[in-house]
């Protein structure tokens, strides 16, 4: 019996947490965790890759946390942690920055969305960010990373680093990283903007009517779905190219609802907007309640959250030691012990 497989994820303490990553990558983190061993972080060393303010960063750390305990990962399979608590991610970034090709980092599809608007204020650390996210992966040797589609050149990237590493400094047959797998779902992979479908629904769009976040009030949700785009059309379908937000606010229906394509396609085949926008509103809140509800009750025990981070930090830390002793060797460092 071999061990379980290990999957490592995080993502950013950058403002709301939205549908978006909840469907793209939380859901799936939740869904599969008793068959895995799991590691899933707070990534705020990327957090920082971009302009931030130092008064919300810890506020926010701890805040997102609280959600991936609510959204339902279970410490009996899951170690939760925060990436700046294990210094490790920082060292092997720097080793790995000496064997990465610059242009390999400036031809990251993020990197150069994110520089634009930047203009010129663009630091070392957002071309860094791909090297980092490699570090977070590597470390515990995952063999699986559930992400949305928005990172699955960082994924290649990875990839590309840990045969360049092996190549040059491992033995053939004893490679010291391993290979990571992307774990992209179809479904829910890219959730798209509820004011514009041919964009993805994103915490840095600065309309607060083009995302649904998780801990958005009945209300909210409800004047969010009342004026989100959609089209003339009667009758509602998937997969027509030239009706992107009519696919989109299905597919929200049928993830939050749990029913299948078929079952929706068939329900919703003769309705109008008018009709379906009530029944996803309720859908929505419905689903909304129970994450919303175990949130409140975490944050208001900030004993219970810290002991979490704590252990969570003590677990993380002993494997990723191990990893970063083995690539140091490998790079020609020796240890005094
Ligand atoms: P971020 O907010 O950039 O830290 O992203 C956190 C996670 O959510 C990553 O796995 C992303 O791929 C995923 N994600 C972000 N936006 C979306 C979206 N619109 N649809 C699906 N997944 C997303
Ligand atoms: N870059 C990811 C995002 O914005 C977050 C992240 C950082 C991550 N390190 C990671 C995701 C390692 C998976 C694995 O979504």
Known sequence: MGRKQRVLSGVQPTGNLHLGNYLGAIRN????QSESENYLFIADLHAI???????TLATNTYSLAALYLACGLDLNYSTIFVQSHVSAH???????????????LEDMIQFKEKAVKQGENVGVGLLDYPVLMASDILLYQADKVPVGEDQKQHLELTRDIVNRFNHQFAKKDKPVLKLPDPLIRKEGARIMSLTDGTKKMSKSDPSELSRINLLDSADEITKKIKRCKTDPIRGLTFDNPERPECNNLLSLYMLLSGKTKAEVAAECQDMGWGQFKPLLTETTITALKPIQDKYQQIMADKGYLSS??????EKAEN?????LTQVKAAMGYSMPF
């Open 49 to 55: 890759t971009v302009p931030h303010d130092p008064a």
């Open 29 to 32: 983190w939740v869904e599969g």
């Open 308 to 313: 979490v981070l704590r252990d969570g930090r």
């Open 319 to 323: 494997i990723a030691k191990q990893t």
């Open 90 to 104: 920082c060292e092997l970034t720097w080793l790995l920055n000496c064997i990465t090709p610059l242009n390999w």
